[in-house]
Every structure is written in C-alpha cells, then in structure tokens.
C-alpha cells in the first residue's frame, strides 16, 4: 500500500511539474509576442541586441513533450514553437532580407524542442499537418517573411486556440491574402493556397468554398481563381 501511494504521489507531482512548465512557457511567449510583435512586424534589431528572453522560452520549450491526444495544449505548444524558432532563426543569421537568403532555413536547420531535435517544416508538416486536417495551420504558422500571415502579438493558448485560429483566418481571407476583382470576376489568392491546395480542398470542396467559410463578403464559385506571387522580404518592423 505504501508503494502505491508512493507511485501515485511521484505521477502527481509529476503531473504538477508539467503543468507548471506548459504554463510558464505560455505565459513567458505570450509575454515576449507583447513586447517583440506589432502589426504583424517583429522587433529583429531589438531581440538581436539582448536575446535572452528569447533564449530562455525556447529552453523551457526544449523540456516540454506532449501527447498529440491533448489536441489543445499540443497545438498551441507546437504553433508558439514554430514562431518562436523562426524568429530565434532570423536572429541567428541577423541581419538578413529574407529567411530563404540562408540555405536549409526550413528544412536543415533544427531546434531543440519538446524533447526532439527537429526542423521548422517538421514541426509544419510532420507534427502539426501531417496529425490534424486543419488548414487554418496556414493562417497562423508565420514564417518570418512578408507574404505569411500575420504574426500576432499574443501566444496561442490552449483555452482559446480554436477562436484564435478561426480569427487569423479571418483575417487572412477578408484581407491582403486575396485578392479580388468582382467586375471581371477574378480571384488572385496568396501562393499558400496553390502548394497546399489540398489541405483546401478537403471534403470535395474548393478553395471558394474554403474561402467563403471564412469571408464576409462571398465569392462566386464562378470566379477565376490564379496565384499572385509570395513576398519573401523578412517581415521586420
């Protein structure tokens, strides 16, 4: 009996551990998006000239591991991570015009998160798309350049993610990722939607229908739908 109380007392504490982490983490990013983030621009200079904020969140994000079967908390970590790591990757080859100025900044480069050594595609395409068919991924992954979505200046929290995700979409398909020509019936959408056509098109719908989920002022589904193309300057205050 006293083995089994001691068991239990160790999986609780344990438990109470990882909770504290996972909040400090949320707490602490949310904390630096205040300070470092403002109209979807990022404070580089500011973060390059004192970079421990930045250095401390993602070590407490290096111990942090969790189960994909707690979708909210898992999500969320996952999204802060990738922002934070590519910033922290902006930073690291500071100053640069754009993260694709520096060779395998997606795909070779890798971060030391949630007990894993991994690369910023891996995070997008591997642990987040490749677990859940959720396209708004697209809205508030942000990959350090001007044609991405808008970096936000709070942290992704579990209790609020859903809404946070359904927003920056929002946000996206009402603003400067469309663009639209109701007289000629012309429809220009940021490049995302063509190399990730099938996350929008799930469910036999197309990218319109995708898009007037999310709109306020609907499309014909008649529209000619092209691509214009992505901006890759470094998205920088």
Same mark, same amino acid.
């Given at each position: 009996?006293?083995?089994?109380?001691?068991?239990?007392?160790i999986?609780l504490i344990?438990?109470?551990g990882f909770?504290q982490?996972?909040n #400090?983490?949320?707490s602490?990013?949310?904390?630096?998006?205040?300070?470092?983030?403002?109209?979807?621009?990022?404070?580089?200079?500011? $973060?390059?000239?004192?970079?421990?904020?930045?250095?401390? /969140?993602?070590?407490?994000?290096?111990g942090? =591991?969790?189960?994909?079967?707690?979708?909210?908390n898992?999500?969320?970590? %996952? $999204?802060? #991570?990738?922002?934070?790591?590519?910033i922290?990757?902006?930073i690291?080859?500071?100053?640069?015009?754009?993260?694709?100025?520096?060779?395998?900044?997606f795909?070779k480069?890798?971060? =030391?998160?949630?007990? @894993?050594?991994i690369?910023?595609?891996?995070?997008?395409?591997?642990?987040? *798309?490749?677990q859940?068919?959720?396209?708004?991924?697209h809205?508030?992954?942000?990959?350090? +350049?001007?044609?991405?979505?808008?970096? /936000?200046?709070?942290?992704?929290l579990?209790s609020?993610?859903? #809404?946070?995700?359904?927003?920056?979409?929002?946000?996206?398909?009402?603003? =400067?990722?469309l663009?639209?020509? #109701? @007289?000629?019936?012309r429809?220009? +959408?940021?490049?995302i939607?063509?190399?990730?056509?099938?996350d929008?098109?799930?469910?036999? @719908? =197309?990218?319109i229908?995708?898009?007037?989920?999310? *709109?306020?002022? @609907?499309?014909?589904?008649?529209f000619k739908l092209?691509?214009f193309p992505?901006? %890759?300057?470094?998205?920088?205050?």
């Open positions: 009996m006293k083995k089994q109380f001691i068991i239990l007392l999986a344990s438990v109470e909770s982490e996972l #400090a983490f949320f602490k990013a949310d904390a630096f998006f205040k300070t470092n983030v403002s109209n979807g621009k990022v404070a580089y200079s500011k $973060i390059h000239a004192n970079q421990d904020e930045l250095s401390n /969140i993602l070590k407490i994000a290096e942090i =591991s969790i189960l994909k079967n707690d979708a909210d898992y999500q969320a970590f %996952w $999204i802060n #991570a990738y922002n934070l790591s590519v922290k990757g902006i690291d080859n500071y100053p640069t015009n754009s993260p694709l100025d520096n060779a395998g900044f795909d480069t890798t971060y =030391s998160l949630g007990g @894993k050594n690369t910023l595609n891996d995070i997008e395409h591997k642990l987040l *798309r490749g859940f068919n959720d396209a708004r991924f809205f508030v992954l942000v990959c350090g +350049a001007v044609g991405c979505p808008p970096l /936000i200046n709070q942290a992704y579990p609020t993610l859903n #809404a946070q995700l359904d927003t920056q979409t929002k946000i996206a398909l009402n603003g =400067s990722f663009r639209v020509n #109701a @007289k000629k019936k429809l220009q +959408a940021s490049q939607m063509e190399w990730y056509k099938s929008f098109t799930m469910n036999g @719908k =197309s990218e229908d995708f898009i007037n989920t999310y *709109r306020t002022e @609907k499309l014909d589904r008649k092209t691509y992505y901006d %890759w300057r470094v998205n920088k205050q």
